[in-house]
């Protein structure tokens, strides 16, 4: 029996409208399943929004409408910015939905009846103002482990380590602004440390991309804690049981695979339990995700698969991080493109973003998305190499011959599209995109070299056979690229497809069709050119949105002379200084400011400076900064450092040595 195989993409979170970074993941899935398909694997592929989470409550809360509301403004939003990019899923849902609420609810209940779910008083985060114990996202503190400054479930800002609720140092109400106090409430626990030598296991055999492997493995050589799997929402999945409690949101979206299946298989008359709850049995479960989510797709779902009896993930496929000409990137910041607003409705064509993300680089490696890289690669490689290609064939076809004219397919030209064919089937199934667009890419430039080479153009006034027999050769390239290119550009290929005169299906076809002769006979119409070069006009447009974004997104407030006054910064001398044990970044500092004992400050320098050569050196202080306890040594004031290009910390020093404690005014 054929091995079926379900594709999955992490969910976007129905939060707000889709960015670039987003693509990274569904543009690679949905060429993904369009190359099975071609190699006639049976195939689903399933997503869906992400509907619960704190973030969505404060949003909504800010915005004075429901999380139901905003949710399925979002859900919808996502839902057609995928079709316009002919991203098709078999089903797109929504963990809102009934059928998600009711496979939670029993898979939690399945994980507590065999004992894999236990409770526990722990201190939570209380906010005395808001008289309300406080979600992860309304927290905001200092991480425990690199003292960077962290938002209550994960250490965004540092060293990225998910942080369990009651962990974060110094917490503070993101509501109110005031500070938080830990009391003591029940919550409930997955007990992840009794599956770590499954996980060992598992990984080990893991497929997928050996980004995700190696990180996940990295984890498991540690300490495996357990993890709360409560909340305190009213928005969510009730934690059987428990009213005032929901289930981490990390246990409901994964679960949103198995619920979308279900759904998909109700539609069609399938069974979903051959996919989720068969395991060992004849399907290949494939998550495409980004890459910093890779703990939970690793770690924490393939455990809970395990413990709930249901089938485990043959593959996870990480994609590398996104960059936005050059630099990281960031909405509050600036750097950011909107699918929509900077795309779409900018009159370009989806096709052509389906290639730039596909093909710019290794599909585990960073990827920058500049406008000038864009425009090159398209006028270059698509119209220049592609586009040019195709039309000067069925050009010269249309115009000399009408239909496709007689001549044997060369030896050559048949090994050339057969090795394309079994390089690009081979890359995409490894998950190398780049590498499998290449390999059809060359074949186009042969396909431009061996016109160029054969003249068609003289020989059609000599000798018509003849060069009918080059064009024919040129049509059979031409059919193989667009049976090749489908899965990056679908609209595109089935352009080219139709131009040769094969009308409709290439989304049918299977990649043997790219061998298979070409028709003598067959009409060829008029052609039009696949691609239109980008000028600089345009892209010049494009870049001046984002330079004027990144602009708005980093005006500073200004501040009154009588503010700027209240801040106390002093001119100090380090007197000592030493690393904090179980900390890369830190060092403990004393410093004299003129007072009558030193004060002791903790810096974020250790990286890129050396203890023993900071004693004696002059550095500018904020006094009077609210004290803090990092890696639990106290910190009672803040180094002054500006920031480089490489990431390092640039110390603030005075012109010229002056009194320990002057004052700057």
């Known amino acids: 029996m054929q091995r079926r195989t379900l594709v999955t993409c992490g969910l976007p979170y129905a939060n707000g409208p889709a960015h670039i970074g987003h693509l990274r993941t569904y543009i690679p899935a949905d060429l993904f399943v369009r190359s099975l398909r071609k190699q006639g694997k049976d195939t689903t592929f399933v997503c869906g929004s992400d509907a619960h989470g704190t973030p969505i409550v404060i949003n909504a809360e800010e915005l004075g409408v429901t999380p139901a509301e905003l949710v399925q403004k979002y859900h919808d939003h996502f839902d057609e910015t995928f079709k316009s990019l002919n991203i098709i899923f078999d089903k797109f849902g929504n963990t809102e939905s009934d059928t998600n609420h009711n496979r939670t609810t029993e898979i939690v209940n399945t994980l507590i009846a065999k004992g894999y779910v236990f409770s526990q008083s722990i201190e939570l985060a209380y906010c005395p103002t808001c008289d309300r114990f406080l979600p992860d996202r309304y927290v905001e503190g200092v991480c425990p482990d690199c003292g960077a400054v962290a938002r209550g479930d994960e250490c965004d800002q540092g060293c990225g ?58 984890w498991v050589e540690g300490e495996l804690h357990d993890w709360c799997i409560t909340r305190n929402l009213e928005w969510g999945v009730r934690f059987p049981g428990h009213e005032n409690l929901v289930v981490y949101v990390w246990v409901d979206a994964p679960i949103g695979y198995i619920s979308f299946t279900e759904e998909w298989a109700d539609e069609h008359g399938a069974d979903w339990k051959k996919y989720w709850m068969n395991p060992g049995g004849d399907t290949d479960i494939i998550h495409f995700i980004g890459g910093d989510i890779i703990y939970h797709h690793c770690i924490f779902w393939p455990a809970l698969l395990k413990g709930a009896g249901y089938t485990l993930p043959r593959a996870v496929v990480a994609s590398g991080m996104v960059k936005i000409g050059d630099k990281t990137f960031s909405k509050s910041r600036g750097y950011v493109v909107w699918v929509n607003d900077d795309y779409l409705d900018k009159g370009f064509h989806p096709d052509l973003l389906r290639y730039y993300l596909a093909s710019y680089t290794s599909h585990t490696k960073e990827l920058n998305f500049s406008w000038k890289v864009f425009q090159e690669k398209v006028n270059n490689e698509l119209v220049g190499t592609l586009g040019n290609f195709v039309y000067r064939t069925l050009l010269f076809a249309h115009k000399n011959f009408g239909t496709v004219p007689d001549g044997d397919i060369d030896s050559e030209v048949v090994e050339k599209i057969g090795a394309a064919k079994d390089a690009v089937t081979l890359a995409f199934n490894e998950y190398e995109f780049k590498r499998g667009i290449d390999a059809a890419m060359n074949l186009a430039a042969f396909g431009n070299v061996y016109f160029q080479s054969n003249e068609p153009w003289q020989l059609i006034k000599t000798d018509a056979p003849g060069a009918g027999k080059v064009v024919r050769n040129c049509i059979q390239i031409v059919k193989a690229l667009a049976v090749l290119f489908e899965p990056v550009m679908p609209v595109t290929a089935s352009a080219a497809w139709a131009q040769v005169g094969m009308g409709a299906g290439l989304d049918g076809a299977s990649y043997d069709e790219a061998t298979v002769a070409v028709e003598v006979g067959q009409p060829i119409p ?16 494009m870049e001046e949105i984002l330079e004027k974004r990144v602009r708005e997104a980093t005006k500073k407030k200004h501040v009154t002379f009588e503010e700027f006054s209240e801040l106390d910064i002093r001119i100090g001398t380090i007197v000592s200084a030493e690393p904090i044990k179980k900390s890369k970044k830190l060092l403990k500092l004393l410093v004299d400011l003129g007072e009558n004992r030193d004060r002791q400050i903790v810096a974020g320098i250790a990286e890129t400076h050396n203890p023993d050569d900071l004693v004696g050196r002059q550095v500018v202080v904020l006094a009077n900064m609210q004290p803090a306890k990092l890696f639990g040594v106290e910190s009672r004031g803040m180094i002054l450092a500006g920031g480089s290009d490489s990431g390092g910390a640039i110390l603030l020093v005075p012109e010229r040595e002056v009194p320990a404690g002057t004052s700057v005014a």
């Not at 008029?526 to 447009?541: H, Y």
């Open 526 to 541: 008029k052609p039009a050119m696949l691609f239109a070069k980008i000028e600089d006009t345009t892209i010049q447009e």
């Open 161 to 218: 380590k998910h942080l369990e609720p009651g962990e974060i140092l110094e917490p503070l109400c993101k509501i109110c602004k005031s500070k938080a106090e830990y009391r003591v409430q029940e919550h409930f626990f997955f007990k992840l440390s009794e599956f770590k030598g499954f996980l060992s296991d598992y990984l080990d055999k893991l497929g997928g991309t050996s980004n995700a492997r190696n990180y996940a493995k990295g």
